[in-house]
């Protein structure tokens, strides 16, 4: 059965700390992998995607992501997070999502 | 372009009357998707729609329910509502292609008293 698991329920991270938020995925063939960002009110914002080729790929807002093929994991990261990152996020494997990481920033 | 539109934003009901939101996709896509986002329970899956027919369903009652429009817009139903109905109510269109991603609208917030 084809799954997406996102550990991490909530995230607290310090202004200017760097940031991995953690996906991990089952599925049958090579997945097609998504991060979006939701903020408070209002819809999902695609962050990024991965279909093939190079295994890190850049997104909006400065956000990156490594799809690593061996641990089945797609894991979403930021160098130095910015207050207004705050939000909820969330992986998704084709069409199906995981249950989100609510992402708070300290000042 | 103009991105996937939702109506109404806000919707009160009472517990058993019928609750009708709209989609209407970005234009070119086909694909108009409904999730429910409930407090604390992320996105559910509730329903698939391309080229008019219904493609998929989530684990929902039969009270959930919908159509798409010539023109790609999309209805969801909901009858009979009950308390635990109270959601954000998410649509979302994509194009042909299983590697497209979804472009999601801003949500109906549908609450029952």
């Known amino acids: 059965a084809q799954s997406v698991t996102q550990p991490d329920i909530h995230i607290t991270v310090s202004e200017g700390a760097s940031l991995e938020l953690r996906c991990n995925y089952s599925?049958?063939?090579?997945?097609?992998l998504f991060w979006y960002v939701q903020s408070p009110g209002q819809g999902l914002q695609l962050l990024l995607k991965?279909?093939?080729?190079?295994?890190l790929v850049q997104g909006i807002k400065g956000f990156e992501a490594e799809f690593k093929r061996s641990q089945s994991s797609f894991n979403l990261r930021k160098p130095s997070v910015h207050w207004s990152d705050a939000a909820e996020y969330f992986c998704a494997v084709a069409l199906d999502f995981g249950g989100g990481t609510r992402l708070m920033v300290k000042p | 372009e103009a991105g996937v539109t939702q109506s109404p934003t806000h919707l009160i009901k009472t517990r058993g009357q019928q609750a009708t939101l709209r989609c209407s996709p970005i234009s070119g896509h086909t694909s108009v998707y409904w999730y429910q986002q409930a407090l604390g329970l992320g996105l559910q899956f509730l329903l698939w729609?391309?080229?008019?027919?219904?493609?998929n369903r989530g684990n929902f009652p039969p009270r959930f329910s919908g159509r798409q429009f010539p023109n790609y817009s999309s209805e969801l139903n909901v009858n009979a509502l009950e308390l635990e109905d109270s959601a954000l109510y998410l649509c979302a269109s994509r194009t042909t292609g299983s590697n497209q991603p979804q472009h999601f609208g801003d949500g109906t917030r549908l609450s029952i008293l």
């Open positions: 729609y391309d080229e008019g027919e219904e493609r």
């Open positions: 599925y049958g063939a090579t997945p097609y």
């Open positions: 991965y279909f093939s080729g190079d295994t």
